[in-house]
């Protein structure tokens, strides 16, 4: 059992690892609890970052585009890329562990969260462009909050609520380093320390925090206040009294709030729902109204309105650090459901475009297309998908319908006409980055 446990942490596959003594590699450590940071410094003599890395895989300028995706066998997932030079391909195993949680940060870096034990917890940051990967921490507390590839930083959240504390961590993406920033006590910010806590969205310059305050009021139906809070002060504004949200009272989902997002250091656009208190129980469409706050003169506008499916749960807002446009689902877990919104057009689109899936139902049948062009018609369904931040690369799922458990994993790359089939195997297939060649 030991060595079984041994074999699934990243660390004995040899990828992402750490010197045998790690506290020779990091100027400081921070301990909570359970949970190990490692912290490097600035300083002259702080190791290099050569110094505390094995080599990872490396995407060579040569080829095309790269896949990220997870064959998520039951506490055995596994991370792979798959590498294409027209329909040639060559996949290598990148990671492995009872559990693996992946956020791309840039172009071709990704953080990896392992679970699943004591023995095999971890966050680590890799670099497929230079082939280089770094553990950050033993814990799996630890999230992306934002990242901002062209100022060169993430600020990740580590958040251990039971004892009511939170740290913001910020990582330079050029050295992979990462820094303490911030530290808050729910002993000491009191009411404030929800303006911190998971769910709160960070400003592109690290500066301020805007989050839902809310009153208590029914689970499923309740008013918010848009509220942006100083870092550095603690210091609290409302920008908006009055923002509504319903989700179906057959949802499982509690502790909901609309969803918002920074478009720019000064700028939040925000989902309202007007008709939230007059909706007529069992109906699933409700009327979203977005809007964008200037947070310097608080000044508000509307940007578009649509009547939309009420989604399981608040849904979400969300700026792609790697093309910069804000993506929207009306559920909080679909990932599927997903649409850009454009706060200067006024428009909602499908995130995939220029290609759609079409699911059909009874007998089940999926098509892909690109454009108006038919790609692939399958018995079966097909999800989830995932765009590549230029739109020209897809990767979907394909469940047949024949009794043949099998998921079928097939992309669509740029200079190749017809779909090309990655991967195959009895589990569920996760895509979860794309790297394009600039």
């Not at 009411?191 to 809310?214: E, N, Q």
């Not at 097909?382 to 998921?407: C, E, F, K, R």
């Not at 779909?419 to 060649?437: D, L, R, S």
């Amino acid at each position: 059992m030991r060595r079984r446990a041994a074999l699934i942490a990243l660390m004995a596959i040899m990828i992402l690892a750490i010197p045998t003594n790690p506290l020779i590699a990091f100027t400081d450590t921070i301990m909570v609890r359970d949970d190990v940071i490692f912290i490097d410094s600035n300083e002259p003599n702080a190791p290099l970052l050569g110094d505390l890395n094995v080599p990872c895989p490396q995407t060579a300028p040569e080829t095309g585009p790269a896949l990220l995706y997870i064959d998520a066998n039951p506490l055995d997932e596994r991370l792979h890329i798959a590498c294409f030079q027209g329909r040639n391909i060559q996949k290598q195993e990148v990671a492995s562990a009872k559990y693996l949680q992946v956020t791309q940060l840039d172009r071709a870096i990704f953080l990896v969260g392992t679970s699943g034990g004591s023995t095999d917890r971890g966050l680590f940051v890799m670099d497929l462009q230079r082939g280089i990967g770094k553990q950050l921490a033993r814990s799996t507390r630890i999230q992306c909050l934002r990242s901002v590839p062209e100022r060169g930083k993430a600020m990740l959240i580590h958040s251990d609520l039971y004892i009511g504390e939170v740290r913001y961590l910020e990582l330079d993406l050029a050295t992979l380093r990462l820094t303490l920033s911030y530290i808050f006590r729910e002993t000491d910010s009191g009411y404030r320390f929800i303006g911190v806590c998971p769910g709160t969205m960070l400003s592109p310059d690290f500066k301020h925090v805007a989050y839902m305050a809310w009153d208590d009021g029914w689970w499923f139906l309740s008013e918010h206040r848009l509220t942006v809070m100083n870092l550095s002060t603690m210091e609290e504004r409302c920008l908006d009294d009055q923002v509504e949200m319903a989700i179906p009272v057959t949802s499982s989902v509690d502790n909901q709030t609309p969803p918002l997002e920074w478009i720019n250091a000064s700028q939040i656009v925000y989902r309202h729902m007007p008709d939230a208190k007059r909706r007529r129980p069992g109906t699933f469409d409700v009327l979203c109204v977005f809007k964008c706050v200037d947070v310097s003169v608080g000044s508000i506008v509307e940007v578009l309105q649509e009547t939309l499916h009420l989604g399981v749960g608040s849904g979400s807002l969300k700026v792609n650090p790697l093309n910069g446009e804000l993506v929207y689902s009306s559920s909080t877990w679909i990932v599927d459901d997903l649409w850009v919104l454009d706060p200067n057009q006024g428009t909602l689109t499908p995130a995939i475009h220029p290609f759609s899936v079409v699911n059909e139902h009874y007998p089940d049948r999926a098509k892909v297309y690109f454009g108006e062009r038919l790609l692939q018609a399958v018995d079966g369904m097909i999800a989830p998908t995932l765009i590549s931040p230029l739109h020209g690369n897809l990767a979907y799922v394909l469940h047949p319908a024949d009794p043949d458990p099998n998921t079928i994993l097939s992309v669509k790359i740029v200079g190749e006409p017809d779909p090309i089939e990655v991967e195959e195997c009895p589990n569920a297939i996760v895509p979860v980055g794309w790297i394009e060649q600039r």
